[in-house]
């Protein structure tokens, strides 16, 4: 795979402040020698995406997507690959050719990042899972827990009327998940081998008092659970779970593995994962303390 023409990147949503993509790609760049590559952060929400998107020039190698807008975008790509397609969202854009022959391709590497994330965990096939959330995300850890092997996981949602488009992902993906509501998910939890929960930072921490609160069934009962947010660190899922024995790999993972597959997309190089690491790692750092 050859570089793109560009040299410019940037991670776009609404909010994107927070962003540790900046972290993760400049510390690549930096290690693979592309002096001239920048990736900057851009708050941009779905409204403005189709201006943003059409007034970049050849400069421009690709985009990171986040909340809101992995699913805002695919309409103005002009080319969706397949897995990004099935899933129904889009974390990258590719910027291919120039001029008018330049083409938009639009790529998932979250699904990427979630089977890399749960593999460092020790996790290689997945019989039962729960997964939390019913966002692009979520769709994207159904596709991943398809890839190990468990199609036929059990979903959590705040309302079962708002599952439509996840529903029709899973279809396009051939899994056959179960919908429930949240607040079986203390119940639900503990006997699947892997649960991945796709909620906001703060989003399952009514789920992590209840689960202090209640019985525990040992740590032999709790199989591996990721936890995409990575903040607050550790998040109060994550804390809880680990207190009641159970192991967790934290958002961050997933993170660093998506965002080395958006730097082998951009760039045409291999990712320096472990410079990655250790520059989020830094940056992670303060919430230690």
Not at 91 to 105: D, E, I, M, P, Y
Not at 135 to 162: D, E, H, I, N, Y
Not at 232 to 252: D, E, I, K, M
Request: some cysteine; charged content about 15%.
């Amino acid at each position: 795979m050859t570089p793109m023409p560009g040299h410019r990147a940037a991670v776009l949503g609404h909010p994107v402040a927070h962003s540790l993509s900046p972290t993760l790609h400049r510390s690549a760049y930096r290690a693979l020698g592309l002096e001239d590559w920048t990736y900057d952060a851009v708050d941009v929400d779905e409204a403005a995406l189709p201006g943003f998107v059409a007034g970049l020039d050849d400069s421009w190698a690709g985009l990171s997507l986040t909340m809101p807008l992995k699913a805002a975008i695919l309409p103005l790509l002009d080319h969706v690959e397949p897995l990004a397609g099935v899933v129904g969202a889009a974390n990258t854009v590719l910027f291919q050719g120039s001029g008018a022959g330049r083409v938009l391709v639009g790529a998932n590497t979250d699904v990427h990042g979630i089977v890399a994330a749960l593999r460092e965990g020790g996790v290689t096939r997945v019989a039962t899972a729960v997964v939390l959330g019913a966002g692009a995300t979520a769709a994207s850890a159904l596709a991943a827990l398809a890839q190990l092997g468990c199609t036929a996981p059990t979903v959590l949602v705040r309302s079962l009327g708002r599952t439509g488009a996840l529903r029709r992902a899973a279809h396009r993906m051939g899994v056959e998940p179960a919908f429930d509501l949240l607040g079986t998910a203390v119940a639900m939890m503990p006997g699947a081998g892997v649960v991945i929960s796709t909620l906001p930072g703060h989003g399952a921490d009514s789920i992590a008092a209840e689960l202090e609160r209640g019985e525990r069934a040992g740590p032999s009962s709790f199989g591996l659970l990721l936890d995409v947010a990575y903040e607050p660190r550790p998040t109060g899922l994550g804390a809880a779970w680990a207190r009641a024995g159970g192991p967790v790999v934290a958002g961050h993972v997933m993170l660093l593995h998506q965002a080395a597959e958006q730097v082998r997309l951009m760039t045409g190089l291999a990712a320096p994962v472990e410079v990655m690491r250790a520059a989020l790692q830094v940056s992670l750092q303060p919430a230690d303390e």
